[in-house]
């Protein structure tokens, strides 16, 4: 499975920014609802740290403390694409945000480079 994300760039404190992570690449049997679809993020210096996580059939989300009621992710089946919408964005968001899929296997894409700055 190959995971691409787009949309990030530079916000300023209480802006928002969504991004994006399209998927292919399925092997045979597998779609895009078969896999769990998560977020990620990794500032300077810091561990990659869990963001928030939706489901395969998408009923069910998790959210991180830090992002809670800021952050909303969702998905796209039909574009094989789940999105993160960030709001009221901190200087403490600013990282590297990766998405990640899982079932029994973990994928990962290259990052995308989310900066908050006035």
């Known amino acids: 499975v190959q995971l691409v994300e787009s949309g990030g760039g530079l916000v300023h404190p209480g802006g928002s920014l969504r991004l994006s992570c399209a998927a292919s690449g399925f092997t045979s049997g597998f779609t895009f609802s078969s896999y769990a679809m998560s977020w990620y993020r990794q500032a300077p210096a810091k561990e990659r740290e869990w963001v928030g996580s939706?489901?395969?059939?998408?009923?069910?989300?998790f959210y991180a403390d830090s992002v809670k009621s800021r952050f909303t992710i969702s998905t796209a089946n039909a574009k094989n694409t789940v999105y993160l919408q960030m709001n009221n964005q901190k200087p403490e968001d600013a990282a590297v945000y990766y998405c990640?899929?899982?079932?029994?296997?973990?994928?990962w894409g290259q990052g995308t480079q989310v900066t908050v700055s006035a």
């Open positions: 939706i489901s395969n059939t998408g009923g069910n989300r």
């Open positions: 990640q899929a899982k079932n029994r296997n973990e994928y």
